[in-house]
């Protein structure tokens, strides 16, 4: 397992995401994060929506595990808030990112949260509210780091106006089908449908010169398949089975190492419920894909190389 410096945490590339965990009886939840542990996995993610009611994932995750004091100081464990399910809006005043972050200490059953991510941007938001929250909540030492997801560079910049904590993470979608992050860069200056900016321009370049962390989730999926059918994806599951093949793993280890061979500290999101999948996933931690390889995987995918 390779680790990786977030902010001022050294942390495993993979992380494990507990979406789905809601509906696993406690030995199951317990299986899945052992089987991430014995991989070498660290790091944790959920969020305040996750499940089918508020909070429900949290609270799972900490029903299952029980966490003593010290168990829970091997664990990176981050959440996310801002959206806001029924009716759906995105909300990232001061009053909901502190009653948020709140009942996730309640939900997880700890006194800290490692990392806090603003879940999607708010067209409202207002970064005094934000610099406020945070402020509070890392002097009180109840959140120790801060970040975003699906945010653009000038996104950042503009929470950054205000906000002095540092933002050391970005979650973005990210898989080899799912590329424009990486596409629109290798397509500048060149008159394809890939080359149009959806991402705000320059993101991923943005978030490796500011020293943000990027977290890739969906990182098995495109235009609602998974990368390793044949039926979606028929060169790309092609060229994994050959690649899994030659390093003797699992297609899905080397749809992992796709991301982690990016040169800037990455971090893949592992969502599976499956022990197995994981630990499979979690060989692509480290990976040594060549250049070559990694390529090819880009242009099975469909991506076009100008």
Known sequence: MKYIPLGTANVSNIILGNMRI??????AIRSLVRAARDA???????ADIYG??????????????????SEREHLFIQTKCGIVKDPPYYDSSYEHIISSVEASLRALRTDYIDLLLLH?????????????????????????QFGVSNHTA????????????????????????????????????????????VDGGGLLDYCRANDITVQAWSPFQGNGHLIFDAAGFPDLSRELELL???YDVEPI???TAWI???PQPTMVVIGSTNPARVADAAKGSELPLTRREWYSLYRAAGHILP
Request: a negative charge; aromatic letters at 2%.
């Open 40 to 46: 070498g996995v660290t790091a944790f993610d959920h």
């Open 120 to 144: 999607r941007p708010d067209a409202l938001v207002e970064p005094t509210e934000v610099a406020r929250a945070f402020d509070q909540l890392r002097a009180s030492g109840k959140v120790r």
């Open 260 to 262: 982690t061979r990016l």
């Open 253 to 255: 280890a080397v749809a």
């Open 244 to 246: 899994a093949a030659k």
């Open 52 to 69: 089918r009611s508020l909070h429900e994932c949290e609270t799972r995750f900490a029903e299952a595990l029980e966490l003593s004091s």
């Open 22 to 27: 809601s509906d696993l009886d406690d030995e």
């Open 154 to 197: 000038s996104q950042i910049e503009v929470l950054k106006s205000a906000v002095e904590q540092p933002l050391v993470a970005n979650q973005l979608q990210l898989s080899a089908a799912h590329a424009p992050l990486l596409a629109q860069g290798l397509s500048a200056n060149i008159k394809i449908d890939q080359a149009n900016v």
